[in-house]
């Protein structure tokens, strides 16, 4: 997914129904171009990203348009659920 502002609605949605489940994630250090992805790729292949943290905790994981587009809303909330 290339639009950021469709990326972080559908990111937000996903925080919202996992707080709704009892599970608190963090969405911080918003991108609108991956610059991991942004110097290594030609730009067609270039997408926003969100770090992603769950609870308090200290490790999180890098969400990009890529992994929105390729699965489904359902399969990312599993995801980030555990």
């Known amino acids: 997914m290339k639009d950021y502002n469709k990326f972080k609605e559908i990111m937000l949605f996903i925080k919202r129904e996992l707080a709704g489940q009892g599970v608190e994630i963090t ?24 770090w992603v943290y769950k609870g308090g905790a200290s490790l999180g994981m890098v969400i990009t348009g890529e992994e929105v587009e390729d699965k489904k809303i359902k399969d990312l909330i599993e995801l980030l659920k555990y």
Do not use: N
């Not at 991991?36 to 292949?45: D, G, L």
């Open 27 to 50: 969405l911080k250090g918003w991108r609108k171009l991956s610059p991991y992805q942004k110097r290594r790729y030609k730009p067609e292949f270039v997408y926003p990203e969100v």
